[in-house]
């Protein structure tokens, strides 16, 4: 499921966790915990910390196996945690890509608590 990408850096992977599955022999949605966000000593939750771009992490990933719809054998990698190694402070400047600076364009000066409907 993990494509292979490559760009100026080199190579790289996208890598996520959803935060539902439907469970096939039932039919139930299942809920995933979020990721663990970690300080560099492996054991603090970095909670409400945004990692920006050019930051250091370790990341501890599951391999899963499972059959594509074609009955093919098939690996994916999801994410577990992130050890941030060293910090480089998100700036959404730098960091959003260009549809999500878009999206947050103004609401940093946006009057809080009021509803213009």
């Not at 979020?34 to 939750?45: E, H, Q, R």
């Amino acid at each position: 499921m993990n494509q292979v990408k490559k760009d100026d850096d080199g190579y790289f992977i996208n890598i996520s966790r959803p935060t539902e599955f439907i469970q096939k022999t039932t039919g139930k949605h299942v809920s995933i915990p979020a990721p663990l966000l970690l300080d560099k000593d492996g054991k603090t939750p970095m909670s409400g910390t945004a990692v920006g771009k050019g930051s250091d992490v370790t990341v501890k990933v599951e391999i899963r196996q499972y059959k594509t719809p074609q009955k093919r054998d098939a690996v994916a990698v999801r994410l577990e945690s992130v050890r941030v190694d060293n910090l480089i402070p998100f700036e959404p400047a730098r960091d959003f890509p260009p549809v999500q600076a878009k999206q947050a364009e103004g609401m940093d000066t946006a009057p809080k608590g009021e509803h213009p409907f």
